[in-house]
C-alpha cells in the first residue's frame, strides 16, 4: 500500500517523496509538507512504533498544524489503528487529515491498490497548488 501511495504522489511533477519505516526522532516530522503513514492493525492495536514516535512528539511539542495528513492500513478482524492514528493526527499534531482512511482486510487488491495511488496524487496535487 505505501509503494502505491508513492507511486501516485511521485505522477505528480516536482514530487520529492520520502518513504520511510522509522523516524530517529519524532521532531523529524516537521520536515514534512504531507504525513501518509500506513497503520496496520495488530491485536486490537497500532504498533508500537507508532505509539512510541506519538508519545515522543507530545514530549516534545511537536506540531503539525496545518499540515496534510492520511493514514491507510491493512487488519484482519477489527480495523481499529488507521481510526487512532487519524485521531492523533487530528487532536494532537493538529494535523488537516484526509478522510476516511484507507483499508484492505488482510492483503490489498487492486482497487484498494488504486485507491492509493490516488491518495499518493490527491496530497502531491493539493500540496504542489498551495499559495
Known sequence: MAKAVTEGAQSVAGTI???TYHLDDASDLTNFDAVIMGAPTYRKEMPIDFKNLFEEASAKGVTLKGKIGAVFGSYGWDAVAPPQVIAIMQDQLGMSVMEPPLLAKYIPDGPTLDA???LGKRIAE???NQP
Open 126 to 128: 493539493t500540496l504542489k
Open 17 to 19: 517523496v520520502e518513504l
Open 116 to 118: 492509493c495511488k490516488d
